[in-house]
T-cell receptor, first 114, second 114 residues
Framework: AQSVTQLGSHVSVSEGALVLLRCNYSSSVPPYLFWYVQYPNQGLQLLLKYTSAATLVKGINGFEAEFKKSETSFHLTKPSAHMSDAAEYFCAVTVTGTASKLTFGTGTRLQVTL | EADIYQTPRYLVIGTGKKITLECSQTMGHDKMYWYQQDPGMELHLIHYSYGVNSTEKGDLSSESTVSRIRTEHFPLTLESARPSHTSQYLC?????????????FGPGTRLTVL
């Protein structure tokens, strides 16, 4: 079975600083990896996804993530944080043949301070 | 932009009541999912469907039931609500394609059982 681990349940950065949210995965077969964002009282919105086409994936709102097989990681980054980035971020994994069920990490709450 | 709707958005109800949470999508997606999300915690899959007349239990055991009579509609029912059912319920759908296709989420229903 596949799984993801998100290191750090809370991350706080200053506005304009680098955002780095960590995600490590475990899978015995090639995974598909996703980052979702959840704003208060809303559903999840896809930020970006890795589909094996390219290891560096660019998403919406200036976010990007790099798939590193050797490190089993898929960390999410943004060069300069904005107040509007404050939200809950979830990493998720799926593999072929599992009814496309997503397995989510426990989430990381990003706080952006002035 | 995905078109997936959930009603009600918020529901406060007494113990023992029967409730149905509605989920509809207008994208013609075959696969649909229900997740349960407790505050500050990861999402757990409780039900999913491959298409009409198909329902499967997810990874987290749930006392709720689902039905899939129409492609666009995937309601979740609790026959007798209890305080332990208090949670946020998120519905999602995706195309019947390959594993990396995106799951689109509705806004969620926040259920409180008194």
């Amino acid at each position: 079975a596949q799984s993801v681990t998100q290191l750090g349940s809370h991350v706080s950065v200053s506005e304009g600083a680098l955002v780095l949210l960590r995600c490590n995965y475990s899978s015995s077969v090639p995974p598909y990896l996703f980052w979702y964002v959840q704003y208060p009282n809303q559903g999840l919105q896809l930020l970006l996804k890795y589909t094996s086409a390219a290891t560096l994936v660019k998403g919406i709102n200036g976010f990007e993530a790099e798939f590193k097989k050797s490190e089993t990681s898929f960390h999410l980054t943004k060069p300069s944080a904005h107040m509007s980035d404050a939200a809950e971020y979830f990493c998720a994994v799926t593999v072929t043949g599992t009814a496309s069920k997503l397995t989510f990490g426990t989430g990381t709450r990003l706080q952006v301070t002035l | 932009e995905a078109d997936i709707y959930q009603t009600p958005r918020y529901l406060v109800i007494g113990t023992g009541k029967k409730i149905t949470l509605e989920c509809s999508q207008t994208m013609g997606h075959d696969k649909m999912y229900w997740y349960q999300q407790d505050p500050g915690m990861e999402l757990h899959l409780i039900h999913y469907s491959y298409g009409v007349n198909s329902t499967e239990k997810g990874d987290l055991s749930s006392e709720s039931t689902v039905s899939r009579i129409r492609t666009e509609h995937f309601p979740l029912t609790l026959e007798s609500a209890r305080p332990s059912h208090t949670s946020q319920y998120l519905c999602a759908s995706r195309p019947n394609g390959w594993g990396a296709d995106t799951q689109y989420f509705g806004p969620g229903t926040r259920l409180t059982v008194l």
